[in-house]
Nanobody, 111 residues
Framework: QVQLVESGGGLVQPGGSLRLSCAASGRTLSSYAMGWYRQAPGKQREWVATITNNGSTYYAGSVKGRFTISRDNAKNTGYLQMNGLKPEDTAVYYC?????WGRGTQVTVSL
């Protein structure tokens, strides 16, 4: 059984940084692409970033240059480093691997 557990969310001021983690069990993360998605209140879930099995990375235009997706194969954990956070980044952030999803971690950007 595959489990993905996100952590690292919280309340941060505009311009601040957070690093989200996605700890995986039951699957070797590096064998597949892994993605981060987010869902703001009243909005549909949207794609944020992807890291492929060979390490290529892709970003939504709204986060490119501010967010960095990465993976630690030894820890079987994925990360999303978020810098220059804006209020519009407020959302629940989810990690995804194949058809499996974590439960999400809340990120709130506010004064």
């Amino acid at each position: 059984q595959v489990q993905l557990v996100e952590s690292g969310g919280g309340l941060v001021q505009p311009g601040g940084s957070l690093r989200l983690s996605c700890a995986a069990s039951g699957r070797t993360l590096s064998s597949y692409a892994m993605g981060w998605y987010r869902q703001a209140p009243g909005k549909q879930r949207e794609w944020v970033a992807t890291i492929t099995n060979n390490g290529s990375t892709y970003y939504a235009g709204s986060v490119k240059g501010r967010f960095t997706i990465s993976r630690d194969n030894a820890k079987n954990t994925g990360y999303l480093q978020m810098n220059g956070l804006k209020p519009e980044d407020t959302a629940v952030y989810y990690c995804n691997s194949v058809t499996d999803w974590g439960r999400g971690t809340q990120v709130t950007v506010s004064l």
